[in-house]
């Protein structure tokens, strides 16, 4: 059987642009193409070998500022183990906003600021610089986590101490050890 082709929409970018990002700033990274259906994070350690626990994901909030119903939104990048909740009132407190101001963001507008497609959303290589905030219990891990490879086929293995030199993120205790 021929392997699947990645499903990267059009005008969105895939794992070479993910590969060129890695090559282009000397990061300590590697893709694992063709790794599978992996929809969610137990069939991506399955496919991986790994413990769940060693499966990251990278998700778009948008945070609404105070004032009035119509005030604009700014995203915020979100890296978190897999099967962990983000609590949104940590995020909220971090940002000095209400809860009900911290939204996840639509898949069309995680590619529109992100440039990937939601399942494959690497933590780095982004169209659009945005603030990063790191769950604290992901940073004290220490060896090789698996994130997004640019495609919902890809995955990416990364060091995390090498993932927090790349990133520079905020560090805050933002997760629940429930599904997201």
């Known amino acids: 059987m021929e392997p699947q082709t990645p499903s990267v929409p059009p005008g969105t970018q895939g794992p070479d642009a993910l590969e060129a990002f890695i090559q282009a700033h000397g990061i300590q990274a590697r893709l694992i193409r063709d790794v599978g259906d992996t929809p969610t994070v137990p069939a ?5 070998g790994v413990p769940t626990e060693r499966i990251v994901k990278t998700l778009l909030f948008l945070v609404r500022g105070p004032g009035s119903a119509h005030a604009s939104s700014r995203p915020v990048v979100v890296i978190s183990h897999g099967e962990r909740r983000v609590d949104r009132r940590a995020l909220a407190a971090h940002f000095q906003v209400g809860r009900k101001r911290i939204q996840l963001a639509p898949p069309p507008l995680v590619v529109a600021w992100l440039g990937y497609p939601a ?14 905030v790191m769950d604290a219990s992901l940073a004290r891990l220490e060896g ?28 805050l205790e ?7």
């Open 44 to 48: 991506a350690a399955q496919a991986l």
């Open 119 to 132: 399942g494959g959303v690497p933590p780095f290589g982004h169209r659009t610089g945005c603030p990063v």
């Open 144 to 171: 090789t986590v698996y994130a997004g490879g640019g495609d919902d086929r890809t995955m990416m293995a990364v060091d995390v101490a090498e993932l927090i030199r790349v990133l520079a993120p905020t560090i």
């Open 174 to 180: 933002l997760s629940t050890p429930s599904t997201v």
